[in-house]
Structure formats: C-alpha cells, structure tokens
C-alpha cells in the first residue's frame, strides 16, 4: 500500500504497518478525520465534531472535520499539531509536532492555509492566513509563516523569509558563476 511506503520513506523508526495502525497518533487522528470530514460533509450536526474531539483527546491533534486533506498525509509525532477549518493539504505532505494552520480572520471565509503537494512543514511551526504553501516547498522549524510560499522553496525564520529555491541557497549561484570565471 503506498500509505505504507509514505511512512516508510519518512519515518526512519518504521518498523512495519501494524506498528502504524496501532501505535502512530497521526494516523489515527487522520483516519477519524476521514470519518469525521464525510459526515461534515453531508450536513450531518453535532457528530463530526464530537469525533474530532475525541481524535483530539486520543492523539493529541486536533483537525476540524471541515478541513480537507489530501493522500498520504503523514502527520510525525502529531502532539499539538492544530488544522483549521478551511485548511487545505495536498497530497504525500509531512507535518510534525506542534504545528498550526491557523486563521487570522474571525469571518466565516476561507482563512486558513493551502498546501499544496509534497509539503514539509517543521516542528513548532505556524502558517498563518489564507495563504499557499508551494509544491514541494519546505518551511523550518518554529517558523511563522504569514505570506505565500513559492513552489520548491524552503522558508525559515520569524517572520519566515526565503533561506533556499529549487534546493540552492540565496546567493549560491552567484558564487558559483565567480568560480567559472577564474
């Protein structure tokens, strides 16, 4: 199953699957999120929330039934991590403990973060507002994020500043080019 190999390829402690249905919160609390999300989704009162406040008080993550996520989302180590409601991930995403996507508006508008696909977002950090979180962009630990992250660029710091794109540091290129010309 490719949720399997998800967490193999970024878990090096993966032991085998059962140890992922038993004994990982992050994938319980996304698996009563499915649960949770479907009955949000058909209108149903009451119910998906209560589920959520149970995934909650079992693994330590809270996700808002009406959040939508994508395939494969690991969530690693979870404790603490929060999910809005209008929060939205993309598919085969990384997100460890202590993160927030969280809404900086009180109206009942889209206000919390998009991820897109391949995302990595470090311990402790908080992605603020309805903003966009690139393709296979990387934000660092403890960062706060509040403007828009590019594709295949990895932001750290608060406030969160570009530290490297497509996987070369600011100014690397340049002293690359320097090297060439001697």
Not at 1 to 18: I, V, W
Not at 26 to 42: C, D, E, N, P, Q
Not at 79 to 98: F, K, N, P, R, S
């Amino acid at each position: 199953m490719k949720l399997f190999e998800t967490y193999k390829r970024n878990d090096p402690a993966y032991k085998n699957a059962l140890e992922v249905i038993f004994l990982y919160p992050g994938f319980k609390a996304v698996l009563f999120h499915r649960i949770s999300h479907s009955m949000y989704r058909m209108g149903i009162p009451f119910f998906p929330r209560a589920l959520s406040e149970f995934s909650r008080f079992l693994t330590g993550i809270e996700i808002h039934p009406g959040a939508k996520i994508g395939k494969r989302l690991v969530i690693d180590h979870g404790m603490g991590v929060v999910i809005g409601e209008t929060a939205e991930i993309g598919d085969d995403c990384l997100i460890y403990h202590g993160v927030t996507l969280g809404g900086v508006d009180l109206k009942p508008v889209k206000r919390h973060p998009t991820l897109g696909n391949g995302v990595v977002i470090g311990a402790g950090s908080k992605i603020l507002g309805n903003i966009r979180i690139g393709d296979c962009a990387r934000v660092g630990a403890n960062s706060v994020v509040i403007k828009a992250v590019p594709d295949h660029t990895t932001v750290a710091g608060i406030p969160a500043k570009v530290v490297a794109q497509g996987g070369v540091l600011p100014g690397e290129e340049l002293k690359h080019d320097k090297i060439e010309e001697k």
